[in-house]
Each structure stands twice: as structure tokens, then as C-alpha cells.
């Protein structure tokens, strides 16, 4: 990030004049914001100084600005996840392979199962083993990142039972648009609404003597 002439390379010292610009500080008050001196930030301006990734990191938070990390059509790349799972020592997995979910025991460990290690967090195969099985699986594409611990507790916890009950939406509200007919048993067959469709003969038959009981309660004095 070391900048020292005057064209492209200067980026650096030009984005802490930009920041002075946008909050509005002085060198001194530059200075007093970072723990430094004003002459420091007179030659980080210049471009004569690195003020290195932290420090600029701090001076461009005054504006309210942050640094970020894009590919080459611009979009965003986000750090591997902080949680991304680890081996039993603490240790993050090699980066440049891929890492199976726990339960995905390869089969050479399979085969030969090891009781005098702890369970594995992760399996992963070397770089060449790791080509062939790339190239045996045409179209495969490369996970982006390693499971994360995360993503692990999920996974075990779909493998130990039912998974959980998603609830059908509720029914959309319908406008009744009945015929006049439909008002005397049930939806006649041009009825376009249909929300009261005739059942089975012999429902159909209970649905009506009901309503005849219903009519006679009605009458009687």
C-alpha cells in the first residue's frame, strides 16, 4: 500500500485528504483523532509515508468510510466466516481445499475407522485426490466457502429427528360471488364461487335434512 509519487500510486494520501474534507479536520485534529503527529499526517498526505492497513483503516472510520475488497466485476468479497468450522486442535482447515460436513466420512476412514482419536470436525481430501474427484464429477462446482459451526449445529440437528413444521399459509379470503340459487342448499353447478360445493350423496343428504329440521323448528308455534 506504499504510495510515493504523484500519479496513480498516491491514492492513499489523496483518500486522507478526502477524509479531512468530509469530517471536516484540520492536520492537527487529524493527528489528535489517530494518536499521531501533524507532520505524520502531512507526509501521509504526500504520500512519502504508509500509514499501513489498521491505521488508515482508523483514519477513513473518521468519515465514516471503510476499506473493501472487490473482484474484478466489483462486487464485494466478504472474509471467509468467523465461524468457520476448525479441526479438534483449534486449527482452521487448509484453505485452498474443500471440507466435508462430519458426517461425510470418506471411504478409506470408513473402512478403517480410528477409536483412538476424537470424532473428526471436517474431512477433506488432498489437493490431488481432491482434482480427480473434480474431474470424475463433470460440472461440479467447488463449495465457496468451509461449513461453519453454525451450518454444522443445523445439520445435526435435522439428522437427529423429524424436521420442523413449516405451516401451510393461510387460505386466501375469498369474495363470495354465490347465486341467489345457492342461498337454498348449497352451490348449484354454475355457481362460480363455489364455496360451498356439494359433498357426497350421502353428506349431501344429512346437510339437507338438517337444514329441513332446522325449517320446521323454525315454523312451529
Known sequence: M???THGDDDWVGRYVVRVRRLADLSQRDLAAETGTSAS???RLESGALDPGVTQFQRILHLAGLRLAVVDAEGREVPPVPADAVRDNQGRRFPAHLDVAPPDE???DRWSRPRYDRLDAQGWYHLRPARDELADAAAGRTRPTDHPTDTELSTRRRLMRGRQP???TPPRPEVVCECLDACF???CVPDCPCQCEPPA???S???RLLNRTLERDDSVQP
Open 200 to 202: 357426497s350423496v350421502g
Open 165 to 167: 413444521r413449516v405451516d
Open 40 to 42: 505524520r499526517v502531512c
Open 184 to 186: 337454498e342448499e348449497l
Open 105 to 107: 466420512v470418506p471411504y
Open 2 to 4: 506504499t504510495s510515493t
Open 204 to 206: 349431501l343428504r344429512h
